[in-house]
C-alpha cells in the first residue's frame, strides 16, 4: 500500500485472523476462507477481482500454481529455505523487497494492529481488572514461525499464564520431561 497507495488490498485469510486487519485503513477488503476450502475461496476472488499482484504464504493443495497461472504478477514462495532464527514477517518482507514488489526501505517496518476507539478501550479495562488471565501457545508448525521471547514471557508471568501447547515443546520449555 505505501509503494502504491491508490491501489486496493485485498486479504483472504482465515478467521479469526480477520479480525486483525478488518480496521486497517491501507486493506480494501479482508475475505475469509473455509478451512479445508482454501483452493475454491483463492480461484474465486481470482475471479472476482482479477488481481494485477497476487502475494501467498498458501503452497498446498495447487494454491500457487493457481495463482501463478492466473496473475500477471505472484509470489506465491515466501517460504524459501527459511533459517531458524529469521522471523516470518521479516523473511516475508526481504523476499517482497528483493523480487521489487515492495520499497527496501519498508523492510525493516514493524508490524502493525489498527485497533477501533472500542477495541481500544476494552483492552484497557481488561488491563485494570484485578485478574488478568494470560494463554500462551508458543508451538508453531515451523521453528521459523516461532516467537523467540515466549519462553521469557512465560517466566516472567509465572503464576498467572496458562502455557498451551504440544507436550514435547512445553517439556522442552519446563526443562525436559
Not at 509470489?75 to 531458524?84: A, G
Not at 517482497?96 to 472500542?118: E, K, M, Q, W
Request: hydrophobic share 40%; aromatic share 4%.
Amino acid at each position: 500500500h505505501r509503494r502504491h497507495p491508490d491501489a486496493e488490498l485485498r486479504v483472504l485469510t482465515h478467521q479469526p485472523g480477520d479480525v486483525l486487519l478488518r480496521h486497517d485503513p491501507a486493506v480494501t477488503t479482508v475475505a475469509c476462507a473455509e478451512r479445508g476450502r482454501e483452493r475454491p475461496a483463492v480461484l474465486a476472488e481470482l475471479d472476482r477481482w482479477r488481481p494485477d499482484l497476487v502475494v501467498s504464504t498458501t503452497r498446498y493443495d495447487g494454491i500457487a500454481d493457481a495463482i501463478e497461472e492466473l496473475a500477471p504478477q505472484s509470489v506465491t514462495d515466501l517460504w524459501r529455505s527459511p533459517p531458524p532464527d529469521e522471523p516470518v514477517g521479516s523473511r516475508y518482507l526481504r523476499i517482497l523487497a528483493s523480487g521489487h514488489v515492495i520499497d527496501p526501505r519498508d523492510v525493516d517496518l514493524a508490524p502493525r494492529i489498527v485497533l477501533t476507539d472500542a477495541e481500544r478501550i476494552g483492552g484497557e479495562q481488561a488491563l485494570d481488572d484485578e485478574v488478568r488471565p494470560v494463554v500462551l501457545v508458543p508451538a508453531a508448525g515451523m521453528a521459523v514461525k516461532q516467537w523467540p521471547h515466549w519462553r521469557q514471557l512465560a517466566t516472567a508471568l509465572a503464576g498467572r499464564a496458562l502455557v498451551a501447547g504440544e507436550p514435547d515443546v512445553l517439556d522442552a520449555w519446563r526443562g525436559g520431561p
